[in-house]
T-cell receptor, first 109, second 120 residues
Framework: AQRVTQPEKLLSVFKGAPVELKCNYS??????LFWYVQYSRQRLQLLLR??SRESIKGFTADLNKGETSFHLKKPFAQEEDSAMYYC???????????FGAGTTVTVRA | DTEVTQTPKHLVMGMTNKKSLKCEQH?????MYWYKQKAKKPPELMFV???????INESVPSRFSPECPNSSLLNLHLHALQPEDSALYLC???????????????????FGPGTRLTVL
């Protein structure tokens, strides 16, 4: 069965510092990985998808199949990055999106 | 229109009431989803509709009854709920990709703002 692990429940960084959110997955097939973000009082929205290989709001994430990881990184955190971040796994022939437990990021001035 | 909309934003109901949640999208997506989200927790999948047919029911109690009247609308009918059903109910939609004749995984899911449900 597929599984997503986000080991950090809370992450606090200072403005301008690098931030990295860890995500590991368990799936025997070819995964589709997503990062979703939920800002306070806003809807859950897509931040990144691994196949697009884009950089959104300065965030990047690289799929490492050897380590089964999809860590999210940003070199210089901003206060507006404070939010809940979810890593999610989509699997072939399945509509389900398996979410990790989420990481709450707080960026301090 | 590139958003998923949900009504109402807030709903308070008693355990004997019958109410409905509504979701609408006009992005041409043929997969639509209902999720339940408790505070500080990830969304939990409840139902999936694909081409207006129920594809997945995650063993949800029968007091929740989904309906997909057409490709743009998704309803969730509520009856005889319990206080523990209080949560944020999210609707989402996505394209459905076909590969090798087999319906494959979803494309990016787009979420609505949710309905905050309180059961008294």
């Amino acid at each position: 069965a597929q599984r997503v692990t986000q080991p950090e429940k809370l992450l606090s960084v200072f403005k301008g510092a690098p931030v990295e959110l860890k995500c590991n997955y368990s799936y025997s097939g070819s995964p589709e990985l997503f990062w979703y973000v939920q800002y306070s009082r806003q809807r859950l929205q897509l931040l990144l998808r691994h196949i697009s290989r884009e950089s959104i709001k300065g965030f990047t994430a690289d799929l490492n199949k050897g380590e089964t990881s999809f860590h999210l990184k940003k070199p210089f955190a901003q206060e507006e990055d404070s939010a809940m971040y979810y890593c999610a796994l989509g699997c072939s022939n399945d509509y389900k999106l398996s979410f990790g437990a989420g990481t709450t990021v707080t960026v301090r001035a | 229109d590139t958003e998923v909309t949900q009504t109402p934003k807030h709903l308070v109901m008693g355990m004997t009431n019958k109410k409905s949640l509504k979701c609408e999208q006009h992005m041409g997506h043929r997969a639509m989803y209902w999720y339940k989200q408790k505070a500080k927790k990830p969304p939990e999948l409840m139902f999936v509709y694909s081409y207006e047919k129920l594809s997945i029911n995650e063993s949800v109690p029968s007091r929740f009854s989904p309906e997909c009247p057409n490709s743009s609308l998704l309803n969730l009918h509520l009856h005889a709920l319990q206080p523990e059903d209080s949560a944020l109910y999210l609707c989402a939609s996505s394209h459905v990709g076909l590969a090798g004749g087999t319906i494959r995984t979803t494309d990016t899911q787009y979420f609505g703002p949710g309905t905050r449900l309180t059961v008294l």
